[in-house]
């Protein structure tokens, strides 16, 4: 591999695996993409420890980081061991002021704690919950998007969501959002890139506008 390339690295959400970046194409006289996914967490594993632990799997300095939805909280904390060149989140969060109310109200009633059970093998609900609710009208076309499906690593995932305490926005950071994003709504979300009719998947049926706009944001 030529380190003169930069080097773009992208997280998928939430239980997805990484095909939900197949349509995504950058100038390869430029650009290096590596595609990251999930591993099942250790028990009792902390997010941080967790990312770094993820942050190993880098293997080059000055990278770019894109993490979409879970996915993008996660590389924010892996940025904290790395340095990068960009981070860029997509259908995520920056801080936890953004989650959304009811986010907010199922951590602290802890109600958070009773979805997995209900999600593992019920592909329609958990659909529902990591898409959004117009995704169920595709659940064929995106089923092969979501298949990191262990309990355990559903319960680590949506606690560490639920429950992030992140602050303050760390600088520099790019947050690509969609304005009709059901999971993040974007009245929670400030200092964005707006996407116009982009929702909680814009990665892939919006994949034309990344195509187009990530190089210039990279590079800029």
Known sequence: MNQELIHVYFMPGMAANPSIFEFIKLPEDKFMIHLLEWVIPQPNETLVTYAKRMSSKIEYDDVVLLGVSFGGVL??????????????????????????????????????????????GNFDSFAKYAFGETIKKRVKLYKKYLSVNDKRYLDWAIHNMMCWEQEEVIPGIIHIHGDKDPVFPIKHITNCITVKGGTHVMIINKYKWFNTHLPELILS
């Open 75 to 120: 590389v924010q904390e892996m940025s904290k061991f790395l340095k990068l060149k960009k981070l860029i989140i997509v259908s995520s969060v920056k801080t936890k002021h953004e989650l959304p109310i009811k986010m907010k109200l199922a951590k602290a009633t802890k109600a958070y704690k009773l979805l997995p059970t209900q999600f593992v």
